[in-house]
C-alpha cells in the first residue's frame, strides 16, 4: 500500500529558531499534500494544502509567513515553522493524495512529528 | 461546518469484549472515514464508507445516512487494539481540488487490557 514518510518524528528546539518537517510519498506520486496541527485530546485540524509547483493554500487563522510550505517535487513537501515559539508546540502531520489513483477510499498519512518548543 | 461527535470519548475494555464507537454528525456528506492513530502519533485509515456497511478482519463500520450516524466494532478485541480511533467526514458538494474537505472528530481512546 502507499506510504508516507515524515521527518523528525520528535523535534525539541528553543524559542525562535526555525523548524523544517519533511513529508515524502515513497511508493507514489502526491500532486497534493495537507497538512494538520493536533493539539492533545482534540482534532485534526487542517492548517494548509500544499499543491506541487504552486503556492500552498493556508486555512483561515493560519499564518503563511509563519508556516512556510514547500511542494518542489511530486514526492516531497515541507513544512518550515519559522521563529517557533512555545505556543507552536503541537503534534504536525501530514497526509497525501495519490496523484494516479486520486482516489479518496483512503487516506495516507505521515507518522507525525511531536514539536515541543522550550 | 460539519460536527463531528465521538463516543464515547474514552473506553476502557477487557481483551475478547465487543466493542462499538459511535459517530454522529451534523450536516449531509459524501463520504465518512474511520482512523486509527497509533499510540505514536501515526494514522492509518481504516474505511471509507458512503452507505452501508463494510468489514475488515475484526473490523465492522456500518453508517446510516438518514440518521447521520457511524458505527465501529471491534470483536475479540485484543490488546493491540488499542489506539485513539477517528472519525472523519467529507462534505457533500467537495470537488477534489483544494483543501481535503475533511471535519475530524476528536477521537475516541480506546484501551483494551489483556
Known amino acids: 500500500g502507499a506510504v508516507v514518510s515524515q521527518h523528525p518524528s520528535r523535534v525539541i528546539c528553543k524559542s525562535g529558531t526555525s523548524v523544517k518537517i519533511e513529508c515524502r510519498s515513497l511508493?507514489?506520486?502526491?500532486?497534493?499534500m495537507f497538512w494538520y496541527r493536533q493539539f492533545p485530546k482534540q482534532s485534526l485540524m487542517l492548517m494548509a494544502t500544499?499543491?506541487?509547483?504552486?503556492?500552498?493554500?493556508?486555512e483561515q487563522g493560519v499564518e503563511k509567513d509563519k508556516f512556510l510550505i514547500n511542494h518542489a517535487s511530486l514526492t516531497l513537501s515541507t513544512l518550515t515553522v519559522t521563529s517557533a515559539h512555545p505556543e507552536d508546540s503541537s503534534f504536525y502531520i501530514c497526509?497525501?493524495?495519490?496523484?494516479?489513483?486520486?482516489?479518496?477510499?483512503?487516506?495516507?498519512f505521515g507518522s507525525g512529528t511531536q514539536l515541543s518548543v522550550l | 461546518k460539519n460536527e463531528v461527535e465521538q463516543s464515547p470519548q474514552n473506553l476502557t475494555a477487557q481483551e475478547g469484549e465487543f466493542i462499538t464507537i459511535n459517530c454522529s454528525y451534523s450536516v449531509g456528506i459524501s463520504a465518512l472515514h474511520w482512523l486509527q492513530q497509533h499510540p505514536g502519533g501515526g494514522i492509518v485509515s481504516l474505511f471509507m464508507?458512503?452507505?452501508g456497511k463494510k468489514k475488515h478482519g475484526r473490523l465492522i463500520a456500518t453508517i446510516n445516512i438518514q440518521e447521520k450516524h457511524s458505527s465501529l466494532h471491534i470483536t475479540a478485541s485484543h490488546p493491540r487494539d488499542s489506539a485513539v480511533y477517528i472519525c472523519?467526514?467529507?462534505?457533500?458538494?467537495?470537488?477534489?481540488?483544494?483543501?481535503?474537505?475533511?471535519?475530524f472528530g476528536k477521537g475516541t481512546h480506546l484501551i483494551i487490557q489483556p
Open positions: 500544499s499543491n506541487e509547483g504552486s503556492k500552498a493554500t493556508y
Open positions: 511508493d507514489f506520486q502526491a500532486t497534493t
Open positions: 497526509s497525501a493524495r495519490d496523484r494516479v489513483r486520486n482516489i479518496y477510499e483512503k487516506l495516507f
Open positions: 472523519a467526514v467529507r462534505g457533500r458538494g467537495y470537488s477534489g481540488g483544494g483543501a481535503d474537505g475533511l471535519t
Open positions: 464508507l458512503s452507505s
